[in-house]
């Protein structure tokens, strides 16, 4: 499985996990967001999209480790992958039918977005 993760730049931005090179992906209280979280597997894929003023997937990066012991606080540690070749827009998301059945249109306030290969390949193609 893949996930899209959004953050609030100017809380968190991509170019901040890219500085940092690791995270834990924290500050998650929607439960299931919280759900996503505690289903991450190592290795699997992330999109990071900004929230706020930018409303687009900007890059990627993966998941390092999952601690789930505590359900209401899962412990995700992320590291930074590549800038996307093209910052990808919630309209042109909208806009393609790839993701019309998403959590990321369906519950727009989900932080924490399982993705489908094909999603994800749409997200990071040139």
Known sequence: M???????ASTYS????QRDKNTVWDGVSNPVAL??????KP???LIIYE???RKSAVGTATVVSVDASDAKNPRVTITAGKPLPKP???AEI??????????LMRQGRLSVVPLTAAQFDFLTKD
């Open 94 to 103: 909208k806009a393609h039918k790839l993701f019309a059945d998403s959590p």
């Open 35 to 40: 759900k996503n979280l505690r289903n991450m």
């Open 14 to 17: 991509f170019a901040d996990l």
């Open 88 to 90: 990808v827009t919630l």
């Open 2 to 8: 893949d996930y899209l993760l959004k953050t609030e």
């Open 43 to 45: 290795g699997e894929r």
């Open 51 to 53: 929230t706020g003023d």
